[in-house]
């Protein structure tokens, strides 16, 4: 069965950075996708970037040059590095791999 660890979430002020990492067990790592999504209140869930098996890399627009996602397929971890925050990236933030998805940590900027 595959778990997902999410950790890294916290409030942090508008500009600043903050590191999420997801970590997996159960799963064949090294052949899956990592994705990050959040969700804001009242929202669906919407990717914020994927990072495939081969190291493709997808961001959404509204991250893109901010947002850093990579992966350790040793470790069985994925994280997201979050620079230049906004209030508009407060959001509770998902890791999805192998149709599994973590159990969310709230990211909160304030202005």
């Known amino acids: 069965q595959v778990q997902l660890v999410e950790s890294g979430g916290g409030l942090v002020q508008a500009g600043g950075s903050l590191r999420l990492s997801c970590a997996a067990s159960g799963s064949i790592f090294v052949i899956n996708d990592v994705a990050w999504y959040r969700q804001h209140p009242g929202k669906s869930r919407e990717l914020v970037a994927r990072?495939?098996?081969?190291?493709?890399?997808v961001y959404a627009d509204s991250v893109k040059g901010r947002f850093t996602i990579s992966r350790d397929n040793v470790k069985k971890t994925t994280d997201l590095q979050m620079n230049s925050l906004k209030p508009e990236d407060t959001a509770v933030y998902y890791c999805l791999h192998a149709a599994t998805w973590g159990q969310g940590t709230q990211v909160t900027v304030s202005s």
């Open positions: 990072i495939t098996s081969g190291g493709s890399i």
